[in-house]
């Protein structure tokens, strides 16, 4: 399987950031010769910013993604944007469950369900986010909280979409905080997740989905983390909002 490495631009960023980032990061891609060979490299930014950098990246092998979507194709959904409205963007990906949407905006389980299965509708690849809170693991019961999110997340889907899905541990104790979970306690979480797919959806299916691990990934911690045997690649939020600290963690990916 591919190792992944998404960066998740949060509200930051500007047009003049789009225009400087992606001639860098594409400069230092280069670099790296064959890396899309073993990587799948994602950038989601803002959504007003989707457009400008997918045509920026067309022609090249790096995938934009989305923060958010609604569910439904089309409506009366003041504010919101649609799938549809996604890919004919040129979006290939879109975060689904972010802890700070789950958390901030109080986005349910089920709500994370239907966009999963709205997202897969239009053909984007939804990135979905499960992850713990501190409290939870201090009362260990991060495992299970986990598990609810990812089965909440999963239920319904019909076998053959999983090729389609991405997961995303981060818990949430680590995002923004500077605090990483070790690289054993990160593939404990991981192995969990892949056992809870591979008893719904059967070991082949399970071992071919990538699991990514976010929360104060740096160019530091990286290594260590992908080199565990569950992780299959990184979701960077901070450390992905400039080229300088991005591109030594896709180059941490590459070996
Ligand atoms: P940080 O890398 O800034 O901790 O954010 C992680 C994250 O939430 C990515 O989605």
New binding site residues.
């Given amino acids: 399987m591919k190792q992944w490495v998404?960066?998740?631009w949060?509200m930051n960023g500007s047009l003049s950031m789009v225009s400087d980032y992606v001639p860098a990061l594409l400069d230092g891609l280069l670099e790296l010769s064959g890396w899309e060979r073993s990587l799948r490299v994602g950038i989601?930014p803002p959504s007003p910013y989707l457009g400008m950098m997918a045509s920026k990246l067309t022609g090249y092998p790096v995938e934009v993604g989305a923060q958010n979507v609604h569910p439904k194709p089309s409506g009366a959904f003041t504010g919101e944007i649609a799938p549809p409205m996604l890919r004919e963007l040129g979006v290939d990906l879109c975060?689904v469950g972010?802890?700070?949407r789950r958390q901030l905006f109080g986005e349910t389980d089920e709500a994370v369900r239907e966009k999963l299965s709205a997202l897969l509708e239009a053909n984007l690849t939804p990135i979905v986010?499960v992850g713990e809170v501190l409290a939870e693991r201090e009362a260990g019961r991060h495992l299970a909280v986990v598990e609810r999110q990812v089965q909440g997340a999963l239920e319904g889907l019909p076998p053959e979409r999983l090729a389609g899905v991405v997961l995303?541990y981060?818990p949430v104790w680590?995002?923004?905080?500077?605090k990483?979970a070790t690289p054993e306690q990160a593939n404990q979480m991981h192995a969990h997740i892949r056992a809870l797919l591979a008893a719904r959806f059967g070991a082949g299916p399970a071992a071919g989905t990538p699991i990514l691990y976010?929360?104060?990934?740096?160019p530091d911690n990286a290594g260590a983390l992908l080199a565990q045997p569950d992780i299959n690649g990184t979701?960077?939020?901070?450390?992905?909002l400039k080229p300088a600290t991005f591109l030594p963690i896709i180059q941490h990916s590459l070996s």
């Fill in positions: 998404v960066g998740n949060k989601c975060l972010h802890s700070e986010c995303a981060e680590a995002i923004g905080t500077g990483t976010g929360g104060s990934v740096t979701l960077v939020g901070g450390a992905s």
